[in-house]
């Protein structure tokens, strides 16, 4: 079962940051805070992992708030490419054989 | 990062007929998993493929529908057997190296 609560929905204009908040209060020490997102008609597309600590790389920014029962995923420049299902999971070290398993995700719609 | 092919990536088949998909990773994966997407809906983990043995299948899923190979590090089939109307989805092959998971296309499927 999913772990983690999305909005269903958000909408954000170009150019503007895109501020997408996960909820996870039942994440436990050794498991991490992983975003996907899928382009329409796409596979999935990781954009960034993290454990406790703050990430960024090229794509976006990963907040974690110091209880790590929530997080932000952060866009800085959304663009209308940016448009697609945003997936927040949680899951324990992927070398040990955990699973990545989908919730809802949340509809990201950039807008002119 | 690796690149996930499959074939083929779309196809209309007739009910009670059975497919066979297969997913070729451009280079060596440690795991290997089948996820089914129906329509306007997120992904659900079918099995997880284990090189050289059976493959380890989720909850609502089994062989004789689904019968999985992996006959190596690479390579892996899905067969969607006796295929009803129901089975239309989008099938998605994954590979996971390192921390990272990566998604082929999708196998788009329709029954008639």
């Known amino acids: 079962d999913a772990k983690t609560t999305q909005p269903p929905s958000m909408d954000c204009a170009e150019g503007r940051a895109a501020n997408l908040p996960c909820n996870h209060s039942t994440i436990s020490g050794n498991e991490y805070v992983y975003w996907y997102r899928q382009i329409h008609s796409q596979g999935p597309q990781y954009i960034i992992h993290g454990l406790k600590n703050n990430e960024t790389n090229e794509m976006a920014s990963l907040i974690i708030t110091e209880d790590r029962k929530s997080s932000t995923l952060i866009l800085p420049h959304a663009t209308l490419r940016d448009t697609a299902v945003y997936y927040c999971i949680v899951r324990g070290n992927m070398e040990y054989g955990n699973k990545l398993v989908f919730g809802a995700g949340t509809i990201l719609r950039v807008k002119s | 990062s690796a690149v996930i092919s499959q074939k083929p990536s779309r196809d209309i088949c007739q009910r009670g007929t059975s497919l066979t998909i297969q997913c070729q990773v451009d280079?060596?994966?440690?795991?290997m998993f089948w996820y089914r997407q129906q329509p306007g809906q997120s992904l659900t983990l079918i099995a997880t493929a284990n090189q050289g043995s059976e493959a380890t299948y989720e909850s609502g899923f089994v062989i004789d529908k689904f019968p999985i190979s992996r006959p190596n590090l690479t390579f892996s089939t899905l067969t969607v057997s006796n295929m009803s109307p129901e089975d239309s989805s989008i099938y998605l092959c994954?590979?996971?190296?390192?921390?990272?998971?990566?998604f082929g296309q999708g196998t788009r499927l329709t029954v008639v």
């Open positions: 280079s060596q994966v440690t795991m």
């Open positions: 994954s590979g996971y190296r390192g921390t990272e998971a990566f």
